[in-house]
């Protein structure tokens, strides 16, 4: 059978036994087999739910989900704080095995972040650092979800996230999500019929359609959450990003009882690839979820988390997001503009109030026609299809990512949207 | 119930819904509540098998239990990589979403690094760049296990990847492990009597007793998986590290049945907060594994990839690899020869081949004793508790970490053991 030990090893208890190794060349190996291509064994095949296709076409002009343009990112600063490890004295002892919570510094650091931005009361002992708001989701699920329990999510929705609680073995429930954000009636409805164990919401800035979670809507949740004893995972992935004069606080922020757990990240405040994101919660549950977070992958990055302790500390996360905010807000109002001049009486949109993209409509136009048609013209934008779990009630619109669009290619994609319209 | 809407927002549809919010200064707040303590709904609890308490005492002298020195870490090497990163022109284009499945470039790099060092023949197909081996075995198990499924683990052995299994549903099966690795009869005997789904074993130098499995057991292993179909997990964290004539090639240098599931990292190269790993398997597997990482955290760290593709594309991990493995062979012939003069007809233990630690058994007396009597005097070490399943068949020994020590602390260090076994 070939055994390819083609030396045999001078170890001490072992080299006596070794059976006398036929050597073979690496020509020779080559050409004797190639790698198999398929495993002996049965691998359960899954699906992606879906997939954002269009991300990897990265050179053509692109409405994207949604994304901070990268080319703004703050990469100098982040260099800047892996310079200073190079001299560091003590950089060492952030080389070895840390701790599984993340960095302590990093944790002080988003505390006080969070209780200033978002009027949150929590102690670094609430907080989780993860890898993006992504594991911060992934860990929660996997740890709050047992197979065949029940979750409730928005319809339409992020089916990322969904994806993440069909893997914990969640049955999925979904909630009408209208201008006001998710339906709590809806949700009273369902907790009546059924025993709930978590339920997703996005209220600053509803993924896909960017609407806010109204006041009345959120006490009522918080009171449904209290009653029926449910966990709610408050996804706030763009709280840094509002253009109005004020952010709405989190729902998190006025949780006396301990029914919400809080997710969010850094993705957006520097660049999606830089994968800072957490979980602040309870600690009863920051406990368990660090117990799952060392078997998936023992830590996180310690000098990136060190870096962005450093980042927070020094006011550099601030003057960024002052900064991005201002370019981010201008891009906003120039879509905007754009769409009402380009596409007068044909896109429908609300002005969103924060966030990265803007939710339109088409009229009777169908948005998969729409954009097959600007590819063609080589501008890439989603087709309507990733937001929604279900067939029915499905409404004809899309996002536009327009933060990663300067001046020149927010008025070139435009166009290019105006004449695929005009197409469809 | 005091919402904390501080400010109404001038949003388009929502502000005209909000009910008039009541003020609330921070101080008020402050004092208006705390964060709860426990979540309101149920949280399994669930424990760790087992923690290395001792790897945060890094200031007192340590026998680990087997890790590079920190302090000999490249990192001067991965700094320039970032600093170039800082300068680059094309940089923007690794700070969106990437890959799910690693960086191209790493990938291409990784898979020449592997068939040459190793003997392997894949493609950069047959790899996930994942967050070190751990979570490399995270993913391998939660794809292929499912809940009550039999899994076989060497006893003694890496308590952290059975705890991963465990979390994966598995239902353990202890192996025999004796001088010549795992005891491949008493698979054989598992196999006829269960339906045996995975096998996880470390055939270079098994955790923690160091030793290789034999080229006749490798056979016969290798025959078995093709006869019952299992997967075989192998974990080859410290293939880099040997120092004997020439390293054993892996398993899967010769799997051409497509049993074998390849697992390392660089986490030992570099340092161990540098969490390069990888998942080497044939394609179908790699597909829903890298499905899978795509839900826990999306991608790696695209930086630090792009990076560890440079030091290897360099040359630099070689040289590194060269001399990291110069200066660790000088540490394990100090350790023996200092355990063989100090601690003669005491302490027994066979040469270990390679890696970062040797096994080492005290007679009669009791190793938990004894690392007691270390801690007094500023030596940690582990108890001997970190290596079993089972309480029955525990053999009284101790990994002592090598690497970690140089000559003046090394000295030092065995000094002390002496005073705590004299005292045992």
Known sequence: MGWAEAFPRKGLFVAT???VARPRSVAATKTAFTYPAETAFAVDKRQYLF??????????????DGFPDTRLAPIDLLIREYRRFGNYRFTAKFLSYGPVQG???????????????RGLQVSPANILITKGAQMAMYLASQILVRKGEEVAVGEPGYLGASEVF????????????DKDGMDIDAVEQLCKKKKLRMLYVIPHHHMPTTVTLSAARRQQLLELAKKYQFAVVEDDYDFDFHYASSPI????????CGNVIYVGSFCKTIAPAIRIGFLVAPVNLIEQAT??????????????????A???RNGDIDRHLKKANKIYHERRDLLCTLLRKELKGVAEFDIPAGGFS??????DRNVKTIAAGAQKLGLGMADGDDYWHQKPGRVNGVRLGFASLNEKEMVEAVGLLKKAVEGA
């Not at 960095?103 to 931005?117: D, G, Y």
């Not at 799952?292 to 988390?305: A, I, T």
Request: aromatic share 8%.
């Open 17 to 19: 036994k070794l059976p």
């Open 51 to 64: 997939d954002h296709a269009y991300i990897a076409r990265r050179e053509t002009l692109v409405f994207n």
């Open 103 to 117: 960095s302590e510094n990093l944790r002080n650091e988003l505390a006080r972040f969070l209780n200033h931005s």
């Open 166 to 177: 069909r893997a914990a073995g969640a049955n999925l429930n979904f909630i009408p999500v």
């Open 249 to 256: 606080m989190p729902l998190v922020s006025v949780d006396t």
């Open 291 to 308: 117990w799952l977070r060392k078997l998936v992958d023992r830590q996180g990055e310690q000098l990136m988390e060190e870096a962005m």
């Open 310 to 312: 450093n980042l927070l």
């Open 358 to 363: 803007l939710w339109a409509t088409f009229g």
